[in-house]
């Protein structure tokens, strides 16, 4: 992924706090209402391990949370801006071994990026504002519009290749997938391209079939590059709270996922499930979205999400 620009540090967390703002008023607001003028007692302990829960963190990310702070201020008084704030060191901690943004490596090309995900879940947009990123690199990036089952998904990746200046490879709606993307890493090859970056189909009314669907096309690839993909995004849409992990490892199962991009995060309450993710998976976060535009996608920072979604400035 790459690095954001200088001079847009304020503007971006002010951003990401404003997209935070449903989740973080459910975690703020419940410890607000938990630790007016009281100690971190085993009451008060088990009050914020049920506003975690339901915030989507998880039993186990909830647990470890209330653990640690009842290691350090059991039995305490104990305000609710130093309860947000113990808890932001900890979902730091939780977070930050999985913050790390998605690398190209200039000796490969074309570069191949994979990017799955269900429908719906920003996959295209995703693949547009990588694009953008990377072509404001001055790399070449071509697009494959590798989501054949839906002639929508072609014509949006066409539009979005259109106002990114990169080239798409498409085929007719109904075409095999495989032979598409075979296709198009032999043109950006062939062409000298930088970055080719996979669009694919996304339905889970037959599991089996979108594996084996996913499955085909990495054999397919590797005939013409035996070690692509050289990166698999899945991108989650994190309005779809703990059903995420669901699809983790309905997408793991098919093909090698080497790292999430978080979208929608503006249009959710379920942000805690981030950090669910992060405690159970251990995948790479690359990036985390909260917008449409093609600026509104940045690399994960740990603390600063981590500040935002319990409401503190980061």
Do not use: Y
Not at 77 to 99: C, F, H, N, R, Y
Not at 154 to 165: C, K, N, V
Not at 247 to 261: D, M, P, R, T, Y
Request: proline fraction near 3%.
């Amino acid at each position: 992924m790459p690095a954001r620009k200088p001079g847009r540090v304020s503007d971006w967390g002010s951003r990401l706090l404003q997209g935070l703002a449903s989740s973080s008023a459910k975690l703020a607001d419940g410890i607000t209402d938990l630790f007016t003028k009281r100690k971190l007692d085993r009451e008060a302990l088990d009050g914020l391990e049920e506003l975690l829960i339901t915030g989507d963190l998880g039993v186990a990310t909830a647990a470890r949370l209330t653990g640690a702070l009842a290691k350090q201020r059991l039995d305490q008084d104990i305000t609710a801006d130093e309860v947000k704030g113990l808890l932001a060191d900890q979902i730091t901690m939780i977070l930050s071994p999985v913050a790390r943004p998605l690398k190209v490596d200039p000796a490969i090309r074309p570069f191949v990026v994979l990017v799955c995900g269900v429908n719906g879940s920003g996959k295209t947009t995703t693949i547009a504002k990588l694009a953008n990123q990377w072509r404001g690199q001055g790399k070449s990036v071509m697009l494959a519009a590798g989501d054949t089952f839906r002639a929508a998904a072609i014509e949006q990746l066409q539009i979005w290749g259109a106002r990114t200046g990169c080239p798409v490879v498409a085929s007719e709606t109904g075409a095999d997938a495989a032979s598409l993307v075979f296709d198009a890493i032999t043109r950006a090859r062939d062409e000298g391209a930088d970055i080719l970056l996979v669009d694919t189909a996304g339905r889970l009314q037959n599991k089996q079939d979108l594996m084996a669907e996913l499955e085909k096309i990495v054999r397919v690839m590797q005939k013409v590059d035996g070690s692509a993909p050289h990166s698999v995004v899945l991108v989650m849409d994190a309005t779809v709270g703990q059903n995420a992990h669901d699809q983790v490892e309905i997408f793991k199962n098919a093909v090698n996922v080497s790292g999430l991009i978080v979208t929608k995060l503006d249009g959710s309450a379920r942000g805690g499930v981030v950090v669910a993710l992060a405690e159970k998976f251990a995948l790479p976060v690359h990036a985390i979205g909260v917008g449409e535009g093609l600026d509104d996608m940045q690399p994960f920072e740990a603390r600063a999400f981590a500040r935002a979604l319990v409401g503190l400035e980061s």
